[in-house]
């Protein structure tokens, strides 16, 4: 079955401390990697997205993930977090090479300590 | 581009009243998806389709919703009647079959609806 797993509800930092979001897929052709961020009230935007080469992939505000196929994972870091990275974090998987929808893990709150 | 576009932003109706959303996609996009997200069920798939033609609607919760794609421009996501557990923000989102940027969903900022 197809799937993606966030293992984290709610994680918690500080500022200026690193992150790491977990995400895990159960796909069973080429996967398509997704990275979203959707702030209090807002749509989804996104953050980054893998679908070939270089296994480590960097996005918009200082955010880059790393494509682990023998682990089945696209873990999202920082290495500074900043107050207002604090939203909720989506991994979503879709099909490689067409269109059609995105399998969506249940999302990660991250919240920021001053 | 506007990026994708939804009206209104806030609906509040009572309950066994239609309510009407609607979407304009991104122009060029031959995807267009409706989810629903709440805080018990995180964001839910409602339906999508491709070149107006609706593919998936596996995700409508029951006969109470519909969703229409008359053109490449335009889609609406109607409940009738409403009930108080419809109350939910519903986002739209479109995406391309082409180009290297393919099947990335772009969202629109989402209808807040509350359904007294």
């Known amino acids: 079955a197809q799937s993606v797993t966030q293992p984290d509800i709610h994680i918690t930092v500080s500022e200026g401390a690193s992150l790491e979001l977990r995400c895990n897929y159960s796909y069973g052709a080429t996967p398509y990697l997704f990275w979203y961020v959707q702030s209090p009230g807002q749509g989804l935007q996104l953050l980054l997205k893998y679908f070939s080469g270089d296994t480590l992939v960097q996005g918009i505000k200082g955010f880059e993930a790393e494509f682990k196929r023998s682990q089945s994972s696209f873990n999202l870091r920082k290495p500074s977090v900043h107050w207002s990275d604090a939203a909720e974090y989506f991994c979503?998987?879709?099909?490689?090479?067409?269109?059609?929808?995105?399998?969506f893990g249940q999302g990660t709150e991250l919240s920021v300590k001053p | 581009d506007a990026g994708v576009i939804q009206s209104p932003r806030h609906e509040v109706t009572e309950m066994g009243q239609e309510v009407t959303l609607r979407c304009k996609p991104i122009s060029g996009h031959d995807y267009l998806f409706w989810y629903r997200q709440t805080m018990m069920r995180g964001l839910e798939l409602l339906i999508y389709?491709?070149?107006?033609?609706?593919?998936?609607d596996s995700g409508m919760p029951e006969d109470r919703f519909s969703a229409k794609m008359p053109n490449a421009s335009f889609s609406t996501l109607k409940i009738q009647p409403s009930e108080p557990r419809d109350s939910a923000v519903y986002f739209c989102?479109?995406?391309?079959?082409?180009?290297?940027?393919?099947?990335?969903?772009?969202f629109g900022p989402g209808t807040r609806l509350t359904v007294l």
């Open positions: 989102a479109s995406s391309s079959n082409r180009g290297r940027g393919y099947n990335e969903q772009f």
């Open positions: 979503a998987v879709g099909p490689y090479n067409q269109g059609g929808k995105l399998i």
């Open positions: 389709f491709n070149n107006n033609v609706p593919i998936d």
